[in-house]
């Protein structure tokens, strides 16, 4: 077959490109320009590859691969190409509040059965704080065994590069999880009020008598069935908003970075794999999860929150690929958006680590006792920013300074803060759609397709 031939010649090129890259770093030197024009070469065929298997995951995974060696080796041009990978993240978010809306307001009016919802609702907060308090300790663990913070020096100049972020008390952080207008809800991406606003009016709809329920509940299932294919229209953009992401980020950055802070970078990517390992892996064994059709569904959703480093960016495809794995869609539709508030798993992990490495670097002895006690306040913080890009850094911000930390070792963290973004987004997203299969089997609903 003519793509296993692209596959073939594109495995020859990549081993001639690693052959003379060797070759060129030990031995002798290599023209510039043949590297390049090699490298090239193997991307060529693996795009040839996607062109005839035609699956939408096949080009975005060598979309990354075209974008990252486009950062490498034009970085004034790959700079400029972030504007792409904005219009996919402005499309993206345009689906968010609809879909969430319709699909709640249906699951739950639609089936007029609010002790479910109820149940779904406690059984969903149970698992989330368990799975997330693993996290916050593995995270602990990991950077207290690295030690990765001592020793660090701040680059010159990085302070002008962060915000200023005044801590939140717990007054502020339970009232910002309440709607006060929708459309302000709406416009400004708060997910968590959204869904809080969605429930209530799922609540209310399935309050009234079958006559004046059903326009409404019409309404809001043609709502979600539009938002749905909506989807996969703006789903042909996302190679080229993903490709461009990961362009503009080693452009902008450079591989070097990876150098300059591994110790760092690989603490929190070994904790990862980690709370995989040893966390979601064992649930999914205790609940018969189809391992290799789940991997498969998740693929895209994750390479896309990976590359746009935006649990928001996943969230339609990874509702649609739960519902093809089994999972009603009146369960995904109300565990994941809860999920993306409550079970940010790779966030909290970071937010553990990260919080002790900024006392590591400002040399600042902390006590487990005191350690505890700032990471189950940044867990707190965290709810709703799994949509946001970055945000970690600024609640890391926020709460550092309500600790008497010092904010400058954070500086340290702005160099690689997407990269370390891109890692704890996919475990987010991988951790909601295993959450919805959980919560499925405890309701005794899951039907494998």
Not at 115 to 137: D, N
Not at 150 to 159: D, F, K, T, Y
Request: glycine share 8%; net charge neutral; with cysteine.
């Amino acid at each position: 077959m003519l793509k296993n031939k692209f596959l073939f010649f594109s495995i020859i090129f990549i081993s001639i490109s690693a052959l003379l890259s060797v070759a060129n770093h030990y031995f002798i030197e290599i023209n510039q320009t043949l590297l390049i024009a090699v490298r090239w070469g193997a991307i060529a065929f693996l795009l040839g590859y996607a062109f005839e298997k035609k699956s939408l995951t096949t080009w975005i995974l060598i979309s990354m691969v075209a974008g990252a060696e486009t950062g490498h080796d034009f970085p004034e041009i790959a700079v400029n190409l972030r504007v792409l990978s904005q219009i996919f993240l402005k499309m993206i978010k345009t689906i968010i509040a609809p879909l969430l809306f319709g699909t709640l307001v249906v699951g739950i009016a639609g089936h007029s059965n609010l002790k479910q919802v109820g149940r779904m609702g406690w059984k969903s907060l149970v698992y989330f704080e368990i799975v997330t308090t693993i996290a916050l300790f593995i995270g602990l663990l990991a950077i207290n065994f690295s030690q990765a913070g001592v020793g660090i020096h701040l680059p010159p100049g990085a302070h002008e590069e962060l915000p200023s972020v005044s801590a939140q008390s717990a007054k502020e952080i339970i009232l910002h999880i309440f709607p006060e207008n929708i459309a302000k809800s709406v416009a400004e991406g708060q997910v968590l009020q959204v869904v809080i606003f969605s429930i209530i009016f799922g609540i209310a709809l399935a309050m009234l008598s079958e006559k004046k329920r059903q326009p409404m509940l019409n309404f809001a299932e043609g709502l979600s069935d539009v938002m749905f294919k909506f989807t996969n229209v703006i789903m042909y953009f996302a190679p080229i908003g993903v490709g461009a992401a990961i362009a503009y980020t080693v452009g902008h950055m450079g591989l070097g970075i990876l150098v300059n802070l591994f110790q760092l970078l690989a603490t929190l990517y070994i904790a990862l794999l980690l709370f995989i390992a040893l966390v979601l892996v064992p649930v999914g064994f205790m609940i018969r999860l189809p391992f290799k059709k789940f991997i498969s569904l998740i693929a895209e959703p994750v390479s896309i929150a990976f590359a746009t480093t935006s649990s928001e960016a996943a969230l339609p495809r990874a509702m649609e690929a739960m519902e093809k794995l089994g999972v009603p869609r009146k369960i995904v539709a109300f565990v994941i958006p809860t999920g993306y508030s409550f079970n940010l798993d790779g966030t909290t992990l970071y937010l553990s680590l990260a919080s002790v490495f900024v006392a590591q670097a400002a040399g600042i002895p902390m006590s487990w006792e005191t350690q505890l006690i700032m990471v189950f306040t940044l867990m707190l913080t965290s709810k709703g920013v799994a949509g946001v890009p970055r945000a970690s850094l600024v609640i890391l911000l926020g709460t550092a300074s309500s600790f008497g930390l010092p904010v400058e070792p954070i500086f340290i963290i702005l160099g690689i803060d997407e990269l370390m973004d891109m890692a704890r987004t996919s475990v987010n997203v991988i951790g909601n759609c295993l959450a919805t299969v959980v919560i499925a089997k405890w309701e005794g609903e899951f039907i494998e397709k």
